[in-house]
């Protein structure tokens, strides 16, 4: 008796053991543990690349007599070069981008703009340092002779005429300014005044007029006007000769600091802002743009710009970036993923891939040339979870650099009570968890066949010596 119970103890256990396993590797996490295996395995970030460059050591890099600046890729939005850039500083007359951009966007050209009383008192309150071209109360003037006569000549009526024409109020409309600078994505903009008036609240950044001026040349026509030598504005009603204008930019009415990429950009000045300049420029495709504030004097702010347009497009590559070029590693990548999940009840639900469009880089690293690659180092799928979502980085990898600039977006969800019948895929995996499932199945055939006979035998013996010990058997 006894050894039949150990018998029975130790079948017990052996198939306690086999069932553990089996549940072990049907409840189980998958890693695909692929090594980076590049020089530099820390990867940059989209976010990381907006400043990285700023840390390249980088030979002939301009001394700029501006305490505020910034060199900014339009493309790729990376910052070349910059101080104080998100500091917050009096633009003055760099104001007027903003509200000539919101004129190009809101406003057709050919309409008429009556000055109202209110613009005429607006106007009485500019003083007489601020440049003005002379509008008056009842004069009926273009949209386009207005937008022109802000860019051109900086014409602070102008500008505030435009305001107010379009938000019934000055401050109405420097709402709609800060509404239009939070759209752009400025965080530290405000503006209270439609023209530039120097007040301690009326602020912005060097970043964030590199974004506003960004998308003005790149969503308007602000280029074409910005880019104008003279414009004439045709007799009105209040003002009975034309008026020449004539643009105060040095980059298109001099020689001395004409630029020839330069696509637009705007002054400025009060006592308290000091000179300060933004401007963009395009060469080869590429478009960056500067902002200065508080420049030594009118004319270097010229020189500091196109010292640093020439350092950017001297020293950086920016480089654009296609979801075409990484379809192949993305289906590899999907289908690594489904090998791993076609011995559970997960499946891929969909998928997504999100790029950057542009990556900038120095110009000594481009010309080494770069590999792309996805970064699967880090995928791990549970299999007990109902869904989850993995983020696999898209890297393009230089020889001491790696720049992610994508992401590869993989929704996974369990499957449904509904079978699909699918080719079964064969892995390492899958023959492990097979063979166990098998070893189970089989030692529990075995074990419970020897209890059987182990049984059968006991009562065959048992029955003998009953038989045995009966009396008819004594005789």
Same mark, same amino acid.
């Given at each position: 008796?006894?050894?039949? *119970?150990?018998?029975?103890?130790?079948?017990?256990?052996?198939?306690?053991?086999?069932?553990?396993?089996?549940?072990?590797?049907?409840?189980?996490?998958?890693?695909?543990?692929?090594?980076?295996?590049?020089?530099?395995?820390?990867?940059?970030?989209?976010?990381?690349?907006?400043?990285?460059?700023?840390?390249?050591?980088?030979?002939?890099?301009?001394?700029?007599?501006?305490?505020?600046?910034?060199?900014?890729?339009?493309?790729?939005?990376?910052?070349?070069?910059?101080?104080?850039?998100?500091?917050?500083?009096?633009?003055?007359?760099?104001?007027?981008?903003?509200?000539?951009?919101?004129?190009?966007?809101?406003?057709?050209?050919?309409?008429?703009?009556?000055?109202?009383?209110?613009?005429?008192?607006?106007?009485?309150?500019?003083?007489?340092?601020?440049?003005?071209?002379?509008?008056?109360?009842?004069?009926?003037?273009?949209?386009?002779?207005?937008?022109?006569?802000?860019?051109?000549?900086?014409?602070?009526?102008?500008?505030?005429?435009?305001?107010?024409?379009?938000?019934?109020?000055?401050?109405?409309?420097?709402?709609?300014?800060?509404?239009?600078?939070?759209?752009?994505?400025?965080?530290?903009?405000?503006?209270?005044?439609?023209?530039?008036?120097?007040?301690?609240?009326?602020?912005?950044?060097?970043?964030?007029?590199?974004?506003?001026?960004?998308?003005?040349?790149?969503?308007?026509?602000?280029?074409?006007?910005?880019?104008?030598?003279?414009?004439?504005?045709?007799?009105?009603?209040?003002?009975?000769?034309?008026?020449?204008?004539?643009?105060?930019?040095?980059?298109?009415?001099?020689?001395?600091?004409?630029?020839?990429?330069?696509?637009?950009?705007?002054?400025?000045?009060?006592?308290?802002?000091?000179?300060?300049?933004?401007?963009?420029?395009?060469?080869?495709?590429?478009?960056?743009?500067?902002?200065?504030?508080?420049?030594?004097?009118?004319?270097?702010?010229?020189?500091?710009?196109?010292?640093?347009?020439?350092?950017?497009?001297?020293?950086?590559?920016?480089?654009?970036?296609?979801?075409?070029?990484? %379809?192949?590693?993305?289906?590899?990548?999907?289908?690594?993923?489904?090998?791993?999940?076609?011995?559970?009840?997960?499946?891929? *639900?969909?998928?997504?891939?999100?790029?950057?469009?542009?990556?900038?880089?120095?110009?000594?690293?481009?010309? %080494?040339?770069?590999?792309? &690659?996805?970064?699967?180092?880090?995928?791990?799928?549970?299999?007990?979870?109902?869904?989850?979502?993995?983020?696999?980085?898209?890297?393009?990898?230089?020889?001491?650099?790696?720049?992610?600039?994508?992401?590869?977006?993989?929704?996974?969800?369990?499957?449904?009570?509904?079978?699909?019948?699918?080719?079964?895929?064969?892995?390492?995996?899958?023959?492990?968890?097979?063979?166990?499932?098998?070893?189970?199945?089989?030692?529990?055939?075995?074990?419970?066949?020897?209890?059987?006979?182990?049984?059968?035998?006991?009562?065959?013996?048992?029955?003998?010596?009953?038989?045995?010990? &009966?009396?008819?058997?004594?005789?």
């Amino acid at each position: 008796m006894f050894k039949i *119970k150990h018998i029975l103890k130790t079948a017990c256990s052996v198939l306690l053991i086999a069932t553990m396993m089996t549940a072990l590797f049907s409840n189980v996490v998958f890693a695909i543990n692929e090594d980076f295996d590049d020089p530099n395995d820390d990867l940059i970030s989209q976010n990381e690349q907006l400043t990285d460059l700023l840390n390249e050591p980088v030979e002939g890099a301009p001394e700029i007599s501006a305490s505020t600046y910034i060199l900014y890729d339009a493309d790729s939005g990376s910052i070349l070069r910059g101080n104080d850039y998100n500091v917050q500083k009096e633009p003055a007359s760099m104001t007027k981008v903003m509200t000539v951009l919101l004129a190009l966007e809101r406003l057709d050209l050919t309409e008429i703009v009556t000055i109202t009383p209110a613009m005429a008192e607006g106007f009485a309150e500019i003083t007489d340092d601020y440049v003005k071209l002379g509008l008056q109360e009842g004069e009926e003037i273009t949209v386009k002779d207005l937008v022109y006569a802000a860019v051109l000549k900086s014409a602070n009526d102008a500008s505030l005429a435009l305001g107010m024409y379009m938000g019934g109020t000055e401050q109405a409309f420097c709402n709609i300014m800060n509404e239009k600078a939070v759209d752009i994505g400025c965080l530290n903009t405000h503006f209270s005044s439609a023209y530039g008036l120097s007040t301690p609240d009326n602020v912005t950044t060097a970043y964030d007029m590199a974004l506003i001026l960004n998308e003005a040349v790149t969503n308007t026509s602000y280029t074409e006007i910005a880019r104008t030598y003279s414009y004439t504005i045709a007799a009105t009603n209040k003002y009975s000769d034309t008026r020449e204008l004539t643009n105060a930019n040095r980059f298109i009415s001099t020689t001395e600091y004409g630029y020839d990429y330069y696509i637009g950009g705007k002054t400025g000045f009060t006592d308290t802002a000091g000179y300060t300049l933004c401007a963009a420029a395009r060469k080869d495709g590429r478009t960056l743009i500067g902002v200065v504030f508080n420049a030594a004097d009118s004319s270097i702010r010229y020189a500091d710009l196109i010292h640093l347009f020439e350092y950017g497009y001297s020293n950086f590559t920016t480089v654009q970036v296609s979801e075409t070029e990484f %379809l192949p590693l993305v289906d590899e990548a999907r289908g690594q993923i489904e090998s791993l999940l076609s011995t559970t009840t997960l499946y891929i *639900k969909d998928q997504n891939v999100s790029m950057s469009s542009y990556v900038t880089t120095t110009s000594s690293r481009a010309q %080494l040339g770069s590999t792309n &690659k996805i970064d699967l180092s880090q995928v791990v799928i549970d299999t007990s979870a109902d869904s989850q979502t993995i983020n696999i980085p898209l890297c393009k990898c230089y020889q001491d650099k790696n720049y992610i600039v994508g992401c590869l977006t993989v929704n996974i969800e369990q499957k449904t009570a509904i079978v699909e019948i699918t080719p079964e895929k064969h892995t390492q995996l899958t023959t492990v968890r097979g063979v166990l499932i098998s070893f189970a199945v089989i030692s529990g055939l075995i074990l419970i066949t020897i209890i059987a006979l182990i049984i059968f035998r006991h009562q065959v013996l048992k029955r003998r010596k009953m038989e045995e010990s &009966k009396p008819s058997n004594m005789l």
